[in-house]
């Protein structure tokens, strides 16, 4: 079957360490999203890449960074500098990245929590 | 640039009545309005959607109404069912967002039997 998997479902970290989020999709789609989710706020871009090898900052991009070396891979890492970085994050992607067309489909989420 | 304002942030109903969650955005440019359901523990997936060139569509038991004027748009769901129970997100993109989502920040939604 055809999907978004992320890796590892659960993470924790101690402060100062840097963690890296895995996304892989087997769905042949062009572009790929990293959200964060936190209690009552919604849905808010980190990054985004339309194809491989091109990347660009969403609403949040401080404290994380990416990689598209691979049309079916994203991986996130957060940073050390990442001020509050215990949230839910969830990859997604879709089929090509444009106004109009952005119909997402989402991982399963890993859950990032710092101790 | 865009805005997504969602309400109510938490609905309660009974099995069987309807729920209406409203949404409204700021950037006119806006142009395609989906909604998602996020059960516990998983990710958001998509229920329905609609284009601004459209005011109204049906599926089954959902629908969502788009007012372009007054630039806010509503999920309906009719007798609502324990499984309906999640959270939903509206979400509004276009030119000005350059064709990323802007989400709402969710309505959860608890079913009652």
């Known amino acids: 079957d055809g999907g978004i998997t992320q890796s590892p479902k659960y993470l924790f970290r101690k402060e100062g360490q840097n963690v890296t989020l895995s996304c892989e999709q087997n769905?042949?789609?062009?572009?790929m999203y990293w959200y964060r989710q936190d209690p009552g706020q919604g849905l808010r871009l980190i990054y985004y890449s339309q194809i491989v090898n091109d990347f660009q900052k969403g609403d949040i991009a401080e404290g994380y960074s990416v990689s598209r070396e691979k049309k079916e891979s994203f991986p996130l890492t957060v940073t050390s500098a990442q001020k509050n970085p215990t949230a839910f994050y969830l990859c997604a992607s879709s089929i090509v990245h444009g106004a109009g067309a952005n119909v997402l489909t989402f991982g399963a989420g890993s859950r990032l929590t710092v101790l | 640039g865009e805005n997504v304002e969602q309400h109510p942030s938490t609905l309660s109903v009974q099995e069987g009545d309807s729920a209406v969650i409203k949404c409204t955005y700021s950037d006119s440019a806006s142009n395609y309005f989906p909604w998602y359901k996020q059960e516990l523990g998983k990710g958001p997936q998509l229920i329905i959607d609609?284009?601004?060139?459209?005011g109204e569509k049906k599926d089954q038991r959902i629908a969502v109404t788009l007012n372009k004027t007054a630039k806010h748009f509503s999920l309906h769901i009719t007798e609502t069912q324990p499984e309906d129970s999640a959270v939903y997100f509206c979400a509004a993109s276009g030119a000005g967002s350059q064709g990323n989502l802007i989400f709402g920040k969710g309505t959860k939604l608890s079913v009652k039997p």
């Open positions: 609609i284009r601004s060139n459209v």
């Open positions: 769905l042949n789609h062009d572009a």
